[in-house]
DNA sequence: CATGAATGAGAGTTCATTCAT
DNA sequence: GATGAATGAACTCTCATTCAT
């Protein structure tokens, strides 16, 4: 009917993600997504015309993903603290399991030329709700924070540079894990709010 | 094996540097160098049999520079804390330029399963330095650090992540620059050794 | 079988035909076709089993026009030379028009290697046509022609050229025409029966 | 050197002339003519890169013997009247000759969308060529043409009448020169020089 | 009758790699 | 050493045709 079959298109999508979190995104090839799938060459054709629509396809879920996570964060606590501590533990957590999978394969597609919009977008997001979590945990004296915004900035790029790392194999979870204690350690979060963190 | 031979090699390399600085590292075929060295396909083979070993060359080019670029930082100051901030300053305007042209190639490398022993080698040096710089500028009064190894690492984050979104267009210079700014105000840096930095 | 087939048969066919005097013969899919249909790729198998047959078809309903052409021409005409004059000016206007569409399409079809006996057949009747004209004309002293057979025949392969010409863009309308006007001017057609040839 | 090897372009159009002239235009693919000419599909490749292109090339070679055969016409001849005799003859023949083997891929290309300007250039000096012979021929009193370039027109357009015919099967070789000598007939060439005319 | 998702053969095209010169 | 024509495997994409619903 509307988009032949919605089931499919979600089958193939799924196949497709571990496709490219495996191969990157440039290496990808329609052949190697009718493989995964099981269908015919001309079958895919029907529901995606490139590996690159694809791709934006599943970007998309991603981001939709992406902004359930603040709000799950939020969802269940009081204390500013406590869901800064959550939603950095639990991004953090991310890179190392599958759910970060295309986190390489996006930054190929960035550097092929991509539109990288949607990206940047979810970067600007992030840091607007860290900024926002800092300056009302400040206020309410639950961590100390002189600069918002500029903190919320250098937590950001740290996370970043983990992610980057975490997918050249350039770091270990457990140093990961380490580096984000230690960024929030400098916030001074007072205890009972701080450790019982992990997602 | 001559010195002509070796004359041709270095001419290939620089030429197969703007190609993977334009192209990244999976888009560019031998063709691709051929053409951009005038050169025949079975010459170049003479010299590389793929394009994985020229970008090998070309790393290890990278790596000797990097290398210089502390003795360098080094030299001429004695200052820990001029030392740490010309270094970071001048890796902070390098990604805005053409000197790390090969960084997005080296991410698509190493996405595409190269190995990457190299760039974690090169990433544990650095972090290394600024341990050194951050301790003993710290034992001397110039700045303020009570967790060399950590905060190094911290900022070594930072400026992997800053890599990345320069090459990504998710940051531009001037926000890049403000944000050195602010880690490098949190270790108090004593005034007057601080702001004559710009490399 | 039902009427209602037939009527949707006849549907079929009238879409196709814009179809093939826009792409011609070969370039035209069955999806082209089931597009300008707007019905379902199965359904159009239903009643064509492949281009070719339904260009056959419409091969078909072009031959029945034709014949109908000259009995039209005939009908309220007495004067040989008027029937003649009028005759050939129609088809001369038929090839700047939507009516000659199919006939890019046919020539390709024949160069295809399909069968052509039903235009070799058209060409025949067209000749024979006109040597009838010609004979009783002059016979009644409408026209001059010495030798009918030949002359008809001469007629035929210009308009030919004019029809080939026409839809590769060779010629043009007005030239058309002037060509036309020399060809009836060597029969001498008496004055009062040639100017009022319009279709 | 400059355009691979030369020979090896002329053969590849060799063979791809019979491929066009047996399939026609647009039915020819590259495995066709990669086919004919023994060679290895990246090999066609390096020589051309689309069919269009290759027939491009052959309809070239077409114009140029197109020029010669007007000028071979008129060498070692003196009187006009012999000289259209011959090359009109001449033209007609090569309609059921492998000579004009391109013709009906041409129309074919024509249909297509191609470029028609060179085609259209033909036929314009094919008219103007006899229009002079016509008007030489006349003033000398070697034929009767009040009408020089109608009557050219009128030549030109029955020879593509027959043309287009030779190739869908619609005229036999002895029709086509039957018809032939009645349009020179109408010019009433003095005896003598026409009938020792074949080329 | 009618639908439209699915198939798979085949066309176009590109490139790493070889090899005779 | 150096050349560049030649090869053939692999990839993208399109369509005629079928078939379960």
Redesign the pocket.
């Known amino acids: ?1 509307g988009q ?2 919605e089931e ?1 298109r979600q089958f193939i999508l799924k196949q497709a993600r571990e496709v490219f979190a495996k191969k990157g995104y440039r290496a ?5 997504i009718v493989d995964a799938c ?6 895919l ?3 995606f ?3 690159k629509e694809i791709f934006l396809a599943l970007l998309k879920q991603e981001e939709e993903k992406a902004q359930n996570r603040f709000a799950e964060a939020v969802r269940d606590r009081t204390s500013s603290a406590e869901i800064l501590v959550w939603y950095l533990s639990q991004q953090v957590e991310a890179l190392f399991s599958w759910e970060d999978g295309l986190a390489a394969a996006g930054y190929e597609y960035a550097f092929s030329g991509g539109d990288v919009s949607d990206q940047t977008a979810r970067l600007d997001a992030s840091i607007r709700s860290l900024e926002y979590l800092l300056k009302v945990g400040s206020r309410r004296g639950e961590l100390v924070c002189t600069d918002p915004h500029d903190e919320a900035r250098a937590i950001c790029l740290a996370v970043e540079g983990m992610r980057i790392l975490s997918h050249t194999g350039g770091i270990r979870r457990e140093d990961a894990e380490h580096d984000l204690t230690y960024l929030l350690q400098r916030l001074q979060i007072s205890q009972g709010t701080a450790f019982d963190r992990k997602p």
Not at 28 to 32: G, I, L, N, S, W
Not at 38 to 43: A, F, H
């Open positions: 009917m032949k079959s499919k990808v090839t329609m052949k190697d099981g269908i015919s060459r001309g079958g054709y029907l529901y015309k490139s590996t």
